[in-house]
């Protein structure tokens, strides 16, 4: 339900209001904070930068990149997003009354259905510079989306970019020191997330971004930019912003355990699921042709073939698709360091991918399995996907894709790399991504799974390791009535 408010409403021969806004203003804290005990439901509001964020399926989005960091249960299926957009009244701005009402019905759509909503707002970076009123704006769309039933809102820091002169630098920096006034004097509320230093080019007096020149006409998203073109976040920008939002999610979302349990079978007719622990993976040529697979490549290194048994995934030796491109792809049983860390087992080795140099074309490893049984109309999956990737350079990590039954329902998780600047320099932590929501089964069939893809890219040079802890893909339980 909504949030609950007192009228506080002088009536015919009162002599005033007794305290009630007082009262709805802590009403308001205890909505917003009883809140975070439930799974959040993003809704990402703003411009084109917003519509990369809220893009979950590629690997510029910064909201994707904090969820598989944070680790909690959220769902993100709504968006409102429009490139080239400001925050006020204008046509498609933030508070264009047709584009407000539309927001802020789905807030309340949502919230009235038992849902965290925390809205992120990721605009002002074509507001002209106006500091009191892009701030204003801003603070007026909170409201709007507080008042409308959102437990909390995020306002994203006004980026780096190029083409600014000293004038504009500051403006910018300006809005953002609002921002952060702002939300520090509502913490139940607002949240602001600075990504400045994550973003901006050491030394710079014009706010220009990291590894860009500022010319929007040679910023072509080189590897190390935080940019595609001055204005809009790489993969590496996204990366860092997932970082800057990693403790806000974890502040506000409940955490999420993980799926990937210990399980002898590997896989059962109730549960049809896979991972990789204590278990290596032989690289067959199951995933491409004899030309596609370099030579040797199915042939992990160590000690030859049968100290690294094939896994099966789902009931079946699983496609595998290698193209080293000249670089060292070396295999081996390690211990999976947040294991390490949370519970002090070194005893428990998972497949370890050990990358070195500079690749002569573009490559990639991919990795994937189906169901060797059916999924039945109506049932509902969820699915995971971790690893632990240490100082990993020259990759976009690891994508994920699951698919149910014959392909009818399908999430794709930071994928599509198309620049160098797509490519992380270095990435350190655990990564677990996951479905949202259940994934629900429209029509029955086979052929579902789930597959996982590294890329690397001609001349970018890669190295670091990859844990590969694995992958689940499960059929919720039904629980037993209890009174």
Known sequence: MGKLLLDTTAGAGDTGKIGGDKINAM?????????????GRLIIVGDSKASLMANFSNVRSGAAWGLARASVYCSFEDANAIGGSFTGTETNGLLNATRNAAIVATV??????????????????????????????????????????????????????????????????????????????????????????????????????????????????AYGSVMHDSLHESGYGAYIMGLALEPIFKRLMPHRTRLIMPDGSGQSTESPRGDFVQNMIMFTRGGGTAATIESGSDTPSGSGAAAYPRIALFGTIPSQ?????????????????????????????????????????????????????????????????????????????????????????????????????????????????????????ASGGNNGGLTFGMRWRNGVPVSGKVYLLGAALIKNIALPAVA
Not at 27 to 39: D, I, S, V
């Open 108 to 221: 309340t759509s949502r919230a009235n259905a038992g849902e965290n909503v925390i809205v992120i707002i990721k605009a002002g970076t074509n507001d002209n510079y106006a500091v009191g009123q892009t701030l204003a704006n801003l603070m007026q769309a909170t409201k709007n989306y507080i008042t409308a039933g959102a437990s909390h809102v995020i306002i994203m820091s006004v980026d780096p970019e190029g083409n600014l002169n000293a004038a504009q630098a500051r403006s910018n920096s300006e809005i953002n020191r609002g921002i952060r006034v702002f939300a520090r004097s509502n913490p139940a509320f607002v949240s602001f997330c600075d990504t400045t230093f994550g973003l901006l080019e050491a030394g710079s007096e014009t706010f220009l971004s990291k590894g860009t020149t500022g010319d929007t006409t040679t910023d072509t998203g």
């Open 321 to 441: 698709r290698l193209i080293k491109s000249g670089i060292t792809f070396a295999t081996s049983r390690e211990p999976y360091p947040p294991f390490v860390t949370e519970f002090g087992r070194e005893d428990i080795l998972v497949t370890t991918i050990t990358l070195s140099g500079t690749p002569t074309a573009d490559g990639e490893w991919t990795f994937g399995g189906g169901t060797a049984g059916a999924f039945a109309t109506g049932d509902a999956y969820n699915w995971e996907f971790e690893y632990y990737a240490e100082a990993l350079s020259g990759t976009a990590g690891l994508s994920a894709r699951a698919t149910g039954a014959n392909g009818a329902v399908g999430e794709h998780l930071l994928s599509a790399p198309a620049k160098a600047a797509d490519y992380i320099p270095k990435m350190t932590g655990r990564f677990s991504y996951a479905s949202p929501t259940p994934m629900v089964i």
């Open 27 to 39: 009403m308001g804290e205890l909505y917003a904070l009883t809140n975070r005990q439930r799974p």
